[in-house]
């Protein structure tokens, strides 16, 4: 009755990508890379240590209010972007869910997309949609360190261009 598993030898483990996808109608998710999730995780350690030790230092009280917003705000910041995520359906339809807003698209909403960095030396690089209408959509759930995650950030774009049945490339 139980089931056999090829053991671990057996399995070819540097082709396999497993990407949890929630809704059962998904067809595929693109989330934060890996290294932007440890050092949130490390970011928020740090963050509540300070917090603690700004509240118990009995410094001066605006100070510590000033302090304590400053970390609670980059914290939110940084938990908005960990949290960030974009769903394609099998229906057609493309979720985005950036900082503070969840966008639900359709196929013919999406004219193209493309690689693009925000402004600025050592910028971060991220996955851009070109909407019909000519907005672009920055696709928070993408955004990494311009040399390190070029290779991820073009098979997520390629990956979602083989969901619009775009196969031509955009940078």
Known sequence: MGATW???????????????????NAVFELRPPRLSTALYAASLVVAVALVLFALT?????????????????IT??????????????ADGSLEVRNRLTT????????????????AGFGSVRRVELLLKDGATLHLVATETLPFPGQRQLEQQAAEL???LGDTSTHS
Do not use: E
């Not at 090829?6 to 059962?24: E, K, M, W």
């Open 6 to 24: 090829p053991s671990a030898s057996a399995l070819d483990t540097r082709h396999c990508i497993i990407t949890a996808v929630t809704s059962p």
């Open 57 to 73: 230092t009995g410094g001066s009280p605006l100070f510590t209010v000033v302090f304590v917003a400053f970390a609670v705000g």
């Open 76 to 89: 939110g910041y940084n938990t908005a972007t960990v949290f960030s995520r974009v769903r394609g359906h």
């Open 103 to 118: 966008r639900r698209l359709q196929r013919a909403d999406i004219d193209r997309v493309m690689v693009g960095r925000q």
């Open 161 to 163: 261009r083989q969901w």
